[in-house]
């Protein structure tokens, strides 16, 4: 890595034709993989990730470059290829401060048990558990991968406005594959248990054997349901990760790049009404202990809370800089990437919806025939969106009385979150997962408490 | 390549302790502008080169290419006592291949293709705002292994990507699609116009379409985007363990094998294809790539497969041993069967012919999420789309919210006809192989309702 004067030398070269903000993004990340597959362990893997990524900014216009070769030899002709693309119609005289400056910083998730010092056979032992606890879970397991990451990632972001911040993001993660047989037919399913933790994160062996159990029994679960005919019902959807519903309706609307880009329905609506007056939506990368959260966001920005939707008021957007400055509308600590390989955009952190004052049970029990949905799958978002129902009940007369299979909740968000008719008292987190989009994958949660759609078209086959 | 020259040596003459050992480089360099209004509003520049490392059954992943070449193998080694291959995996002996892309569109080129490019779009639809991102990427794969093999295959793909917002009354309605080619005298503006214009018709009136079974007409960028989940049912590892609904159905002989596709259906997975800038001489193991016949005359004749699995089930591998198959929360280290251009091919039927072959029935011309709604082992899907039904061969109004259901194994037997054109569509972020797909017309399909 450069010294943080080498990296003002990069930045002044990239500003020298005119551009306005110059910022270097360096990571250095360490993971490793270890892999069981058809009954036996079949290799560890260690992983170095290694790269810089240099962005520049020229009013609305942006240029990204990156390369694995951090040398200051490289970044010198990296900012003066970026120099020489920027197309600068008036030349600001734009340089680098002598001074920089690195803001308070909190980290929501302290690591107790840093990966790199916990050895392979620890980690071996808690894959062949919870491989185990997938084989013996009760169904005819036809293929079973598992597999355990854990990642360190460091990061420093060095710019043009004299800000120089480093943070350090470690998370674990365990995935599970596998195809189950009811003797008739064979159904394929994925889950992961992410962590934003060290190796502290499998102290409690219950935890992940029982990730696996469910994960099987959920996998039997959506083969064991009924379909469900055509027709329009109230929807029920547990509290934790059928939050999933508030990233996918209008989470992903409500990112400033869909706003730039036209492609949202809630542009223009800021201070409007855009919900039911039981919708509080909340986008907050500080929360302790959740995979979404770290101290600062890519472009080094400390993370916040941010208030998307008030009582079904649109307040605010999620901003990463360049897309805030179209909008103009500062950054909320919203620009995220996978990696250095990508140049930050608004994205996602923890997406919740706060809690409100519904009675949980009179959500199903005022119901003559409806749907209960106990657990998402993954799914798109946009204007229109759709997610998988993962485990679902039919309700009749208030009660539930037989799980159902292969549905897909899809909708217009705008018109969804205007039919929310309910939400309930307790609030539940998720442990979360990977949202893909522009700027890679990267860990978000999102979650809620019970709530209840007034209306919604379903039908299976 | 250049990035493999440090560690050669040590392939002709491994330490004592590692029996066998691999390197596979992979270098990827990628410029692209973003044209608007005939203004670059953005650009990127990339070249970062990636190194996997085998050694006795260990692995290491770096792209810090300034680390020792004797630790990096040592860090690999270090790691083979938990492997139980025993080696560095499945390796080619011996081979020489090399291949060159040729000369490629230098910086100011590519931007005055870009520019051209958008000017014609924008000019072809009056009132239009697209905004036009042109890449080209320069792929190089290098593989060394201690077996005397030494490889190194260049690619140049060019793409065009565009981005339209409308509204439609007060509905916001956004357009995103492109091409790739190998050159760029390839990237028109026909398609992007043809794609406009399809697109604008499409958005028809909304009505209300009930439950029921429906003859169906799939829109070839619907049967892509199928296929981009689908062709996971046709890999050697998913075929192996049961985990595809196509299990025991592989024919091994011309007359022999079970009626498992409609005979209408050739499906294919090609190194190179026209209007597609995606494949490789070469796969990630070192095998060069071949085309596959996947499914011909009804039956399943071909899998994807790696050194592995064709090695388990006695095939000959097509060069399919690839890395990044799907979107992943890690990076994709795990060598597994994937795609180069994974097709359908085309048929004869114009889409007039489709449509007045459909008679009355629903045209599928957008679907979404094909990954959570298609269940690659038992093959059951429930995919949400919009469509259009048709009355007497003629377009009559939308219906959205709707999904279709049923089987893949099921829609893939009762395909009674295919169009004569080709949707190609590329693995969308990761950019590592395309599926391609004529309209397909299929005698029933299931669909829920929609409210209107």
């Known amino acids: 890595m450069l010294t943080q004067q080498e990296a003002a030398r990069v930045l002044n070269k990239a500003l020298c034709t005119g551009a306005d903000f110059a910022e270097l993004f360096f990571e250095d990340r360490e993971e490793s993989n270890i892999r069981w597959e058809k009954d036996s362990l079949s290799g ?33 002709s990296l900012a003066e290829t970026a120099a020489e693309l920027i197309e600068v119609r008036t030349k600001r005289q734009a340089a680098v401060p002598d001074q920089f400056y690195t803001p308070a910083l909190k980290n929501p998730n302290p690591v107790l048990l840093a990966p790199s010092s916990t050895g392979a056979d620890r980690k071996i032992t808690v894959l062949k ?57 064979s159904f394929f399913n994925w889950e992961d248990l992410t962590r934003p933790q060290g190796f502290e994160a499998y102290r409690n062996e219950a935890d992940h054997i029982g990730f696996a159990e469910d994960m099987v029994r959920r996998t039997r679960a959506m083969m064991d349901g009924r379909s469900v005919p055509a027709c329009t019902v109230p929807v029920v959807l547990e509290a934790g990760g059928c939050g999933t519903l508030w990233h996918e309706s209008c989470g992903h609307s409500l990112e400033a790049a869909a706003i730039a880009a036209g492609s949202s329905a809630f542009i223009g609506k800021l201070g409007q009404k855009v919900a039911s007056d039981r919708v509080t939506l909340v986008d907050d990368g500080t929360m302790p202990g959740l995979y979404g959260s770290s101290a600062v966001d890519d472009e080094g920005h400390p993370r916040q809370r941010n208030v998307l939707i008030e009582n079904g008021i649109l307040k605010n957007y999620m901003c990463d800089r360049l897309h805030g400055r179209m909008l103009n509308l500062p950054s909320n600590g919203c620009g995220r990437r996978q990696n250095y390989t990508y140049a930050p955009t608004s994205r996602m952190s923890n997406t919740y919806l706060a809690a409100g004052r519904d009675d ?56 969804v979150i205007g039919r929310i008719d309910r939400v309930g008292t307790a609030l539940e987190y998720d442990n979360g997962g ?8 990267i860990p978000t949660t999102t979650f809620q408490p019970r709530v209840r759609i007034a209306e919604m078209s379903i039908g299976g086959a | 390549m250049r990035e493999l020259e440090r560690l050669r040596p040590l392939m002709k003459e491994l330490p004592a302790d590692i029996r066998a ?38 692995f290491y992943y770096t792209q810090k290419l300034e ?94 990507e565009l981005e339209m917002a409308e509204t439609d009354g ?27 214009r399809q697109w604008r018709e499409n958005r028809l009136p909304s009505g209300t379409l009930d439950a029921g079974r429906y003859r169906t007409l799939l829109d070839g960028e619907v049967v892509t985007n199928i296929l981009a989940t689908a062709w996971q049912m046709f890999t050697g590892a998913n075929y192996r363990n049961g985990a595809t609904p196509y299990a025991g159905d592989l024919s091994c002989g011309a007359a022999d094998g079970k009626q498992v596709f409609s005979p209408c259906l050739t499906i294919e997975d090609l190194p190179f294809m026209e209007r597609s800038g995606y494949g490789c001489a070469v796969d990630c193991e070192g095998t060069p790539a071949c085309a596959l016949t996947v499914a011909f005359e009804g039956r399943l004749t071909g899998l994807l497969h790696t050194l592995e699995t064709a090695s388990e089930m006695g095939q000959t591998p097509c060069g399919c041993a690839g890395r990044k198959a799907l979107l992943s929360g890690n990076i994709h280290t795990q060598i597994q069967a994937i795609p180069r251009n994974f097709c359908i091919r085309p048929g004869k039927c114009t889409e007039k012919e489709l449509l007045d072959e459909l008679q009355d029935g629903i045209y599928v011309f957008e679907s979404y999420d094909v990954f959570h709604s298609i269940n690659i082992a038992s093959g059951e899907f429930h995919i949400p789309c919009k469509a259009i039904l048709v009355e007497n061969g003629q377009k009559k109004r939308s219906a959205e919210g709707i999904t279709i259901n049923g089987n893949l194994k099921e829609l893939f037997a009762h395909v009674t006809a295919c169009g004569n054109g080709l949707f190609v569509r590329p693995m969308d972020l990761l950019k590592s192989y395309a599926v391609a797909a004529p309209s397909l017309l299929v005698s029933e399909i299931a669909f829920t309702g929609s409210q209107g």
């Open chain 1, 44 to 76: 560890v893997k260690a992983i170095r990730i290694y790269g810089a990524g240099l962005y520049v900014l020229s009013g609305t216009g942006s240029i990204y470059l990156y390369s694995n070769d951090c040398s200051l030899t490289a970044l010198l």
């Open chain 1, 129 to 185: 558990q919870t491989a185990a606890a997938a084989a013996s879970a009760g169904p005819a397991v036809l293929s079973l991968n598992a597999d355990y990451f854990d990642t360190d990632q460091r990061i420093w972001v060095i710019n043009s406005e004299g800000l120089s911040v480093k943070d350090r993001r470690v998370t674990t993660r365990l995935r599970l594959q596998a195809a189950v047989s009811d003797g008739k037919t």
């Open chain 1, 360 to 415: 949980n049970e009179e959500m199903i029990t005022s119901v003559s025939e409806g749907l209960y949905v106990k657990s998402i799958g993954g799914g798109t978002g946009g204007m229109q969106f759709s997610l998988e129902v993962k485990e679902g009940w039919w309700i009749e007369n208030g009660r539930l009385t037989y799980p159902v299979k292969g549905l897909m909740l899809t909708g217009n968000g705008l018109e």
């Open chain 1, 434 to 441: 990977f949202c893909g989009a522009a700027s890679g994958l």
């Open chain 2, 21 to 58: 050992a691999q390197v596979q480089a992979e270098k990827r360099e990628i410029l692209s502008f973003e044209i608007q209004d005939g203004a670059v509003k953005g650009a990127e520049y990339s070249s970062v080169t990636e190194l996997f490392v085998s050694a006795g059954g260990g």
């Open chain 2, 67 to 160: 680390e020792d070449p004797e630790e990096m193998l040592a860090k690999a080694a270090g790691l083979a006592r938990y492997s139980n291959s025993g080696g560095a995996g499945p390796m080619v002996k011996g081979s020489r291949l090399k291949t060159d892309c040729g000369q490629i569109p230098k910086t100011e080129e590519l931007k005055a293709a870009a520019a051209a490019l958008e000017k014609a779009i924008r000019e072809g639809i009056p009132g239009s705002k697209p905004a036009l991102r042109m890449t080209r990427t320069k792929e190089t794969r290098g593989l060394i292994n201690s077996l005397d093999t030494d490889i190194c295959c260049e690619n140049i793909r060019l793409e065009a």
């Open chain 2, 170 to 196: 007060e509905i916001p309605c956004f357009l995103n699609c492109g091409f790739s080619a190998r050159s760029l005298k390839e990237l028109t503006a026909k398609p992007f116009l043809r794609r406009i």
